[in-house]
């Protein structure tokens, strides 16, 4: 267990309401998104996954797990879901029928991995914005391997990659989710595009901030048109070296982006940074609507001072990973105080129920402690 000092009182800034788009969340705590490994060969997601996030249903909104949007936007790590067939779609209706049954509210994360991407995974050549590859290892079926060099899209298959996540939004809408978020930060591939490193590209979709940016930009504007812009979120993560992504201009794409979709009226921008940055001070200037943040603390996640940035306005909302991984009553034990049960970090990325669907609430531990 991990000692849990700070208590949250009924009427706390993040136990309030929010709208974010078309969805009124009962409480400003969402749950992050995780990859949990846990699908099944085709991408569909598992059978537990309906019960382990109707588990977490009491979170203001739960973001699922990045979701692939064709069968190539895979291949990052093994058993990750995808909404691009049937079979996906019934899964994700089963899942949000479970979490709305449960008074919760849920988006799909969208996701094209991009250059991080091993062709042991995916079983497709790698790709992205330019030749440029990650430095790092990947886990695949045959163990430990380097990321490959990816090969640069054409200007073709990027709208493809466009149409592809209008296709997969429209799925999650049918299947009964409230909406969706679109994945352009930790070093995947639209995240890859905004970079000034990584992007080395000189037609429309490289160079300038403006041209950087247009690949999420028009990503969003597709989404939005599909499905409303009121149901649609954007994650960012300026200067995030995940996935060894590297950018020397940490504001300029992300300005030109801003500036670019803002107009639409999005549900909600999730920022992925430190709060206490310039960058996020400058961020939070062009975009005063609703921003949900996530600090990017795996551990010991700091309650207080997240109340402390929503009672003041510097967000909207909060999204925090690990403390709703581990404990699906998160909510209860932060109005009671009460200790948070310790992730099992070995359990992240296995299979099976342990460390996904068997952390006990306090109500189930009780007896263990009597």
Known sequence: ??????????????????RVGATEAANRVFMAPLTRSRA?????????????????AAAGLIISEATAICEQANGAYMNTPGIYTDRHQQAWADI?????????????????VGRMAHPD???????????????????????????????????HEIGTIIGQF?????RAIDAGMDGVEIHSANGYLLHEFLSDVVNLRTDAYGGSAENRARLT????EAVADEIGADRVGLRISPGNGAGDMRENDQVGAYEALLNRIRPLGLAYLHVLIDPSTQTFGALRALWPDTLVLNTGRDTDTDFCQLESLVDWGAASAVA????????????????????????????????GPAGYVDYPTLAEAEPQSA
């Not at 949250?8 to 136990?15: I, K, T």
């Not at 997601?45 to 588990?55: F, T």
């Open 1 to 18: 267990m991990t000692d849990q000092t700070f208590r949250l009182a009924p009427d706390a800034s993040l136990l309030t309401p929010v």
């Open 40 to 56: 099944q060969s085709d991408a569909t997601p598992s059978d537990l996954a309906a019960l382990y996030y109707s588990q977490r």
């Open 96 to 112: 949000a029928d479970a979490v709305h049954a449960g008074g919760g509210k849920m988006f799909v994360q969208l996701w094209h």
């Open 121 to 155: 995974i995916s079983g497709f050549e790698t790709v992205g914005p330019s030749p440029v590859a990650a430095d790092m290892l990947t886990h695949t079926p045959a163990g430990k391997q380097p990321l490959p060099v990816p090969r640069a899209l054409t200007e």
């Open 166 to 170: 209008r296709g997969a939004a429209r």
């Open 217 to 220: 930009a028009e990503v969003v």
């Open 320 to 351: 925090v990973g690990r403390s709703w991984l581990a404990n699906p009553d998160l909510i209860d034990r932060l109005l009671l105080g009460a200790e948070l049960n310790e992730p099992d970090v070995p359990t992240f990325y296995a299979s």
